[in-house]
């Protein structure tokens, strides 16, 4: 079996049985293609060890970054380990295939008093009706409450909104469904919005969901990027912001409240805890810096 061949099954065994995200099974086929390309479109069982090291090393020097050489390298291992287990390989030559060690960078955070400014800010320029503002002080409050990713955000429809328990049913990576909640100033704005704004904004596009576009469309992960990063930049100080910096603050902001790491895992619909742990290291170097400040013997 070539590559390509391979390539196309081992894709169709990611969405079916794997059930990974579009997103991820798109980059996977590119780092499979992009393997091809280097070594040609050869016999599985032609692709040795020192050509792996070879096509991994040829790229870094290409200037990738180190968390793209990681995926790549996650992406390899994971083709051959399947090829082996299926019988198109005799051995796996992926197995001493080592990545680079990834360097650890923090997510940015706003801190929680300027969030709330923020958000009380933005509440405030919605009082007088406007549409597209209730809309993005909901959104943004949303997004802020319950630590949802942009596409779990953008792909919440009506049913998914529980405001009397004041949940909402999300659909995460890898098609996984769970349950997460939304605090008070959520739920206000939420309502304004859905009184308000929606009825106003409702077209024959619209179908059943909660957030949408001018023309009335569902509104896409583009529009709310643009919507978080003009409110948000100017909080962090950064020129590039998205919804992800709001989904790292809730996060951090609820570890620095006390709240359970699992407890925040799974808010987070995080499939590892080591993944969720990151936010602790923010907090820590939060703890840190007060402690210098406060300390008389730091």
């Known amino acids: 079996m070539r590559i390509s061949e391979a390539a196309a099954e081992y894709a169709a065994y990611l969405v079916d049985v794997r059930r990974l995200s579009p997103a991820t099974v798109r980059a996977y086929r590119g780092d ?7 070594t040609g479109d050869i016999e599985l069982g032609d692709v040795g ?16 970054s180190r968390a793209t050489a990681a995926r790549r390298t996650a992406a390899i291992r994971g083709f051959f380990g399947w090829a082996h287990d299926g019988g198109h ?85 890898g098609s996984k469904e769970r349950v997460v909640p939304f605090g008070g100033a959520a739920a206000r704005a939420l309502d304004a919005y859905l009184v308000r704004a929606r009825p106003v904004l409702v077209g024959s596009a619209s179908g059943q969901a909660v957030f949408l576009g001018p023309r009335g469309g569902r509104l896409s992960p583009r529009a709310v990027y643009t919507v978080v990063a003009r409110e948000l930049a100017p ?6 912001v998205g919804p ?32 969720t742990q990151i936010y602790t290291h923010v907090s820590g170097d939060r703890l840190m810096a007060a402690y210098r400040l406060a300390h008389p013997r730091a």
Do not use: F, N
Request: negative net charge; glycine residues 8%.
């Open 32 to 38: 499979l293609a992009d393997l091809q390309s280097a």
């Open 49 to 64: 060890l020192e050509a792996l090291r070879d096509w991994l090393w040829q790229d870094l020097q290409r200037g990738i």
């Open 89 to 173: 390989v005799p051995a796996d030559p992926s197995l001493r295939l080592v990545a680079p060690k990834r360097g650890r960078t923090l997510p940015a955070v706003a801190g929680a008093e300027a969030v709330a400014a923020l958000l009380d800010g933005l509440s405030a320029r919605a009082a007088d009706g406007d549409p597209l503002l209730l809309r993005d002080h909901a959104l943004l409050e949303v997004l802020y409450a319950s630590a949802l990713r942009v596409s779990e955000l953008c792909g919440l429809s009506l049913g998914d909104v529980d405001r009397e328990r004041r949940t909402l049913r999300v659909l995460g990576k």
């Open 235 to 240: 909080v962090i100080g950064a020129e590039t």
């Open 244 to 275: 992800h910096a709001l989904r790292h603050s809730a996060a951090t902001h609820l570890l620095e409240g006390g709240a359970d790491l699992r407890a925040v895992q799974e808010m987070l619909g995080h499939a590892s805890l080591g993944t």
